[in-house]
C-alpha cells in the first residue's frame, strides 16, 4: 500500500514537472523570437553607423527605411494572404412560448418518469447556483410531459434554430444563398445523416460548388474551430462568402437517468444558435462589423485527465448522457494557461510580455515560492471580453484567473442569465450583448475564448471596423437592453 502511494506521488510530480517545463520551453520560444527581430534591428543600425558616421544624420530616413522594410517583410510573411471580415451575424430568439423558468423546470422534472425525488431536489440545488435566470428556453419536446425525446423532434429544434438564425443574418446583410461558397455547422451531439450542413444547402437550395463541413463532437468550443477552419478555407477559395453556424440540440441530448455528474448538463443547456457570414472580399470591408485578428487552438487531450472531464457515456442503467468530472474546472485553467501563454506575444504589449518571461525565468530558476506567478493584464490587449458562458463557477474562476472588472464580465453573465449555456453560441450572443449596449467603438479590440470537452481551449480575436450604433441594430438584446445589467442572487 505504502508503495503504491509513492509511485501515485512520484507519478504527479512528473507530472507537474513536465508541465512547468512545458511552459518554459514556450516562454523561451517567444523571448527568442522577439530578441531575434530586435538583434537585427540593432545590428544594422550600429553598422551603418560605424562605417558611414558622417552621413547618418543626412541619410536618417534611408537608414530608417531598412528596419521598417525588415518588420514589414517579416509582417508580410507571417499574416494571412486574404483578410477575413465579419460582414454580420445573428442570434437566434425563440418565442415567448418557449420560456422555462427554474420553478416550470423543477415541474417537468418532478412530473416525468426518469427522477427520482433525491435528483429532483439535487437538481434545485443545481439550478439555485447555476446563475440561470426565469426566461431561458427550453424545446418544445421537452416541454411536455411525457418528454418526446425523437429524431423528428430533434430535427425540428436544430432546423428551427439554424433557419431563423440564417434568415436573419441574410437579410441583415442582403446577400443571396447564392453567393455563399463556403458553409461550416458545428453541433457536438447531434449529428443526422444527412448532415446539418446538407440540410442548409437543401433549404437554401445553394450551388452545386458549395464546400460544406460538419464539425461533430468537438464540444462548446467548437463556434472558434468553425471560425478558424472558415479563416483556412477563405485563404484558399479567393471573392468568397463562408456561412458558420453554432448550435447544439437539446431534445436528443436529455438525460434521463440519476447519476448527479450527469445530470448537470441538463440543468445549464438551453436552446440557442447563431449564424455569421464571413468575406475575403476586400469590397466588403467598408460595410463589415469587425476583421479577423487571430485565431489560436489549444489542444490538451494527449492527457488522460483532460480528455475524460467531459465525457458522453452510459450510466448504471445504461442511460446515455454526459459526465461532468470534478476535475473540469482544474482541466479548463491548465488549458486557459497554455493558450494565454501561447495567445499574449501577439496582443500583449511588450512590457506584459517583458514581465511575464522575467517572472517565468525567476520562478525556475530559483526554484521557489517566492515570486508568484505573473498574470499578463489583458485589459491592456483587449476593450472587450467574451467568455463562454458555460456555468457560474466557470465565470467566477477566469474572472479570477484573468484579474477582469465586473463590467468585462457583464455580457458572459448576463448571457448566462437570460439565455442559460447555449453551448458554442453563447459567445455571439454575448457580442450582441456588447452591440445592443453600444461599446463597440472603432478599433476596439474583442476577445472570445471558448472550452469544451476534449479538452479544448480556443480563443478568436477581433478587430471593430466601426463603430456599432444600437439604434441600428437587431439582436435578442434590443427590446430589453435596458433592463440588464441585473443583481444575479448567490444561493
Known sequence: MMMHEKQKTSLENEQIESVRLKYVKLGYH???????????????????????????????????????????????????????????????????????????????????????????????????????????????ALMQIPIIKTMKEARNETEAVMFGAIDEVLGKTGVKPGDIGIVVVNSSLFNPSPSLAATIVNHYKLRQSVVTYNLGGMGCSAGIISIDLAKQLLQVHGDSYALVVSTENTTSNWYKGNNRAMLVTNCLFRVGGAAVLLSNRSSDRCHS????????????????????????????????????????????????????????????????????????????????????????????????????????????????????????????????????????????????????????????????????????????????LKQIDPTMEMNPWMDEIHEYPVEVPLK
Not at 322 to 333: I, Q, R, T
Not at 361 to 384: C, G, M, Q, S, W
Open 30 to 140: 517567444y523571448l527568442i523570437s522577439i530578441a531575434l527581430y530586435l538583434t537585427v534591428i540593432i545590428t544594422l543600425f550600429c553598422l551603418i553607423f560605424l562605417t558611414h558616421p558622417s552621413t547618418f544624420a543626412t541619410q536618417e530616413m534611408f537608414l530608417l527605411s531598412i528596419p521598417i522594410g525588415l518588420l514589414a517583410a517579416i509582417y508580410s510573411t507571417r499574416r494571412p494572404r486574404r483578410n477575413v471580415y465579419l460582414v454580420n451575424f445573428a442570434c437566434f430568439k425563440p418565442g415567448k412560448d418557449r420560456m422555462v423558468g427554474k420553478e416550470l423546470f423543477l415541474q417537468l422534472c418532478n412530473d416525468s418518469e426518469y427522477f427520482t425525488r433525491e435528483s429532483v431536489g439535487f437538481i434545485k440545488k443545481i439550478l439555485e447556483r447555476s446563475g440561470l435566470g426565469e426566461r431561458t428556453y427550453g424545446s418544445t
Open 289 to 464: 462589423k469587425y476583421e479577423l485578428v487571430r485565431t489560436l487552438r489549444t489542444h490538451t487531450g494527449a492527457d488522460d485527465r483532460s480528455h475524460s472531464c467531459v465525457y458522453q457515456q452510459e450510466d448504471e442503467t445504461n442511460e446515455v448522457g454526459v459526465f461532468l468530472s470534478k476535475d473540469l474546472m482544474v482541466v479548463a485553467g491548465e488549458a486557459l494557461k497554455a493558450n494565454i501563454t501561447a495567445l499574449g506575444p501577439s496582443v500583449l504589449p511588450v512590457s506584459e510580455q517583458l514581465l511575464f518571461l522575467a517572472t517565468l525565468f525567476l520562478r525556475k530558476t530559483l526554484k521557489t515560492k517566492i515570486v508568484k506567478p505573473y498574470v499578463p493584464n489583458f485589459k491592456l490587449a483587449f476593450e472587450h471580453f467574451c467568455i463562454h458562458a458555460g456555468g457560474r463557477s466557470v465565470l467566477d474562476e477566469l474572472e479570477k484567473s484573468l484579474g477582469l472588472l465586473p463590467m468585462q464580465m457583464e455580457p458572459s453573465r448576463m448571457t448566462l442569465y437570460r439565455l442559460g449555456n447555449t453551448s458554442s453560441s453563447s459567445l455571439w450572443y454575448e457580442m450582441a450583448y456588447l452591440e445592443a449596449k453600444g461599446r463597440i467603438k472603432k478599433r476596439d479590440r474583442v476577445w472570445q475564448i471558448g472550452f469544451g470537452s476534449g479538452f479544448k481551449c480556443n480563443s478568436c480575436v477581433w478587430r471593430a
